[in-house]
Every structure is written in C-alpha cells, then in structure tokens.
T-cell receptor, first 114, second 116 residues
Framework: AQSVAQPEDQVNVAEGNPLTVKCTYSVSGNPYLFWYVQYPNRGLQFLLKYITGDNLVKGSYGFEAEFNKSQTSFHLKKPSALVSDSALYFCAVRDSGGYQKVTFGTGTKLQVIP | GAVVSQHPSWVICKSGTSVKIECRSLDFQATTMFWYRQFPKQSLMLMATSNEGSKATYEQGVEKDKFLINHASLTLSTLTVTSAHPEDSSFYIC????????????FGPGTRLTVT
C-alpha cells in the first residue's frame, strides 16, 4: 500500500527566508507525487507534481520540489517565504494503476512570521 | 485551469435528515470523481471513488448505505449523507480526474456539513 509521511506538523519561518516542507513516500512502482496547499475552510489548490523527468519541479507561486528517488523524498521548497504563504500544505502520492487513488500526508502547517 | 465546483458550500441540517452535496467539473469531463472527508486539523481521507455510470468503490470502513454516491454524468457526482448524525459533521471535498492516462485531479472548494 502506498503512503506519505510529513514528519513536521508545523514549520515556522521568517518572511524572506527560504522554506522547506518535508515529505517522504512509499509506493510500489513509479511514484506520481503532488503538493497541494489549503487555506482555512477552502479546498485544495494544486501547487506542483512530479511524474517523470527532471528531479527539480517548479510549480505555482514560486514553489518548487525536489524528487529524490534514493531517499524517497519529495520536499517542497521556496527561496523566499511570504506571509501569504502561511497555510496547510499536503504532500500526496498517486497510484499509477487502477483508479489512480491519491493518498495524502497528514499535512504541515506553514507559518511565515513577518 | 480546470474548475470543480461544489454545492452547497455550507449546510446545517438536523439529525436524522439527509443532505445531498453536488460536485461538478465545469470545463472538462471527468470519468472518475473522488470524495474525501476532512476532520479539523487532519488530512483528507478518501471515502469513495466513483466512475461515470457505475457503482462507487468505497474505502474500508465507509458505510456505502450511509454515504450514497451517484455519478450520473461525466460532469456531475453527488454525495448524499443519509440519516445524518452529529458525528457526520465534517468538511467534504470532491475531486475530479480529467480524462487521459495522466489526467490531473482537480479539487472542489469543499462543503462544510454541520449536523445539529
């Protein structure tokens, strides 16, 4: 069974500093990996995905993620955090077969401090 | 980009009544739709997967007779919470997967259900 782990419940970072939100995964076969962001009482917004190709994936709002196959990680990064980046971030892995079910991590709350 | 809508966005109902939530893909066809449930400060838990014209596939532990899912067309899926109880209060989110081998999943804005 596939799974996703986000080891940090919350990450605090000062505005303007780089941020990293960690994610590791477990899946049989090739991983399809995603990052989503959720603002309070809102649905999920897609940030970026890795299917194949370059290990560094660039996404929306200046975010990027690095796929590391040997470490089974897919950490989300941004060079300079904004206060408006404060939200709940979910890492997800998608099954490559069948109905392509998506499994989410437990989420990491990002707090950017002015 | 592709848009998925949910209606209603917020609903309050009395215990014992049924509530229907609609999920629509507005500008693309979705052969597969997913329903998730999210409790406060928790992750999304997949409830069921529905394919247009066929019965939904429910995840283990989800009562199919309580959470009725109908995927009547390529742009509409509905979730009906039957005989709702306070413990059914939650945030329900649907997603729709676009047609194609790498069809992206797009998420709706969610529906907040409160059962009193």
């Amino acid at each position: 069974a596939q799974s996703v782990a986000q080891p940090e419940d919350q990450v605090n970072v000062a505005e303007g500093n780089p941020l990293t939100v960690k994610c590791t995964y477990s899946v049989s076969g090739n991983p399809y990996l995603f990052w989503y962001v959720q603002y309070p009482n809102r649905g999920l917004q897609f940030l970026l995905k890795y299917i194949t190709g370059d290990n560094l994936v660039k996404g929306s709002y200046g975010f990027e993620a690095e796929f590391n196959k040997s470490q089974t990680s897919f950490h989300l990064k941004k060079p300079s955090a904004l206060v408006s980046d404060s939200a709940l971030y979910f890492c997800a892995v998608r099954d490559s077969g069948g109905y392509q079910k998506v499994t989410f991590g437990t989420g990491t709350k990002l707090q950017v401090i002015p | 980009g592709a848009v998925v809508s949910q209606h209603p966005s917020w609903v309050i109902c009395k215990s014992g009544t049924s509530v229907k939530i609609e999920c629509r893909s507005l500008d693309f066809q979705a052969t597969t739709m997913f329903w998730y449930r999210q409790f406060p400060k928790q992750s999304l838990m997949l409830m069921a997967t529905s394919n247009e014209g066929s019965k939904a596939t429910y995840e283990q532990g989800v009562e199919k007779d309580k959470f009725l899912i109908n995927h009547a067309s390529l742009t509409l899926s509905t979730l009906t919470v039957t005989s709702a109880h306070p413990e059914d209060s939650s945030f329900y989110i649907c997603s729709a997967r676009a047609v194609g081998p790498e069809g992206e999943q797009y998420f709706g804005p969610g529906t907040r259900l409160t059962v009193t």
